[in-house]
């Protein structure tokens, strides 16, 4: 089994910080990009940033120069900083993580997602 657990968000002023982590865990072989989304009332889910395993990152236009994405692979962890908060930054941040898995023999790559953390921005 495999575990995805955010934690870090809370209440900001505009033109604050927050730091976001993500940690996986469970029966894992190695953890692939792992990547921050976010999603305001409705179905659609945001891509906010992305960071593979080698350092290699993207960005939302919209977070552009304000968030940065980072990752310890050693604690299979993420984490976003968030710089210069906007009252549009608002909503529920959600990590995203592929990771394989060695079962029976084999090799399994899936995503996983955590449970969501809520940022709001406002004063």
């Known amino acids: 089994q495999v575990q995805v657990v955010e934690s870090g968000g809370g209440l900001a002023q505009p033109g604050g910080s927050l730091r976001l982590s993500c940690t996986a865990s469970g029966n894992i072989f190695s953890v692939y990009v792992m990547a921050w989304y976010r999603q305001v009332p409705g179905p659609q889910r945001e891509l906010v940033a992305s960071?593979?395993?080698?350092?290699?990152?993207d960005y939302a236009d919209s977070v552009k120069g304000r968030f940065t994405i980072s990752r310890d692979n050693a604690k299979n962890t993420v984490y976003l900083q968030m710089n210069s908060l906007k009252p549009e930054d608002t909503a529920d941040y959600f990590c995203?993580?592929?990771?394989?898995?060695?079962?029976?023999?084999?090799?399994?790559?899936?995503?996983?997602w955590g449970q969501g953390t809520q940022v709001t921005v406002s004063s």
């Open positions: 995203n993580a592929e990771i394989a898995q060695y079962r029976n023999g084999n090799y399994y790559s899936d995503n996983y």
């Open positions: 960071i593979t395993s080698g350092g290699s990152t």
